[in-house]
């Protein structure tokens, strides 16, 4: 029971670690107010005044992104599931449990890695000026 827990913790963990960037940041969030979620730069293109060319750049990071995500959604699910029959033992070795583990985590720091670089590429794309109308539209 305790081993189930322990996997539904890191599912859970894991399942709002991918969801982390796409919301809206609060103004307490370090990270999260120094980058714009690309959904509020696609409500506003025409208020930041958003050329084409930025557009179809955003557009191309954020395709390579999501393809990104959906292999390691997939990678997480076997390595999960992996996890899932060792923990199911009746008597679970700590060793390959916690080694399990460590593959599941290493898969969500590429995530987290892979949202930071989306999130730079975009803000690197804005101009000076978009940025602070991004920034007045978000207070």
């Known amino acids: 029971m305790y081993m189930k827990r322990i996997l539904l913790i890191v599912l859970g963990i894991w399942l709002c670690?991918?969801?982390?960037?796409?919301q809206q940041r609060?103004?307490?969030?370090?990270?999260?107010k120094s980058f714009f979620p690309p959904d509020m730069i696609m409500q506003n293109q025409e208020a930041v005044n958003l050329t084409e060319s930025q557009r179809n750049s955003i557009?191309?990071?954020?395709q390579s992104a999501q393809s990104?995500?959906?292999n390691l959604q997939?990678?997480?699910?076997?390595e999960s599931e992996k996890l899932k029959s060792l923990i199911e033992n009746e008597k679970p070795s700590e060793k390959d449990v916690l080694e399990q583990?460590?593959?599941?985590?290493a898969i969500e720091n590429?995530?987290?890695?892979?949202q930071i670089t989306l999130l730079i590429r975009i803000k690197n794309l804005l101009s000076?000026?978009?940025?602070?109308?991004?920034?007045?539209?978000?207070?």
């Open 17 to 22: 670690s991918v969801n982390l960037f796409a």
């Open 26 to 32: 609060t103004p307490d969030d370090p990270i999260g």
């Open 59 to 62: 557009n191309k990071e954020m």
């Open 68 to 70: 990104d995500f959906v």
């Open 74 to 78: 997939w990678d997480m699910a076997r």
């Open 101 to 105: 583990l460590e593959k599941i985590l």
């Open 110 to 114: 590429k995530v987290k890695k892979r």
């Open 128 to 139: 000076h000026e978009q940025q602070e109308k991004l920034q007045q539209l978000r207070r």
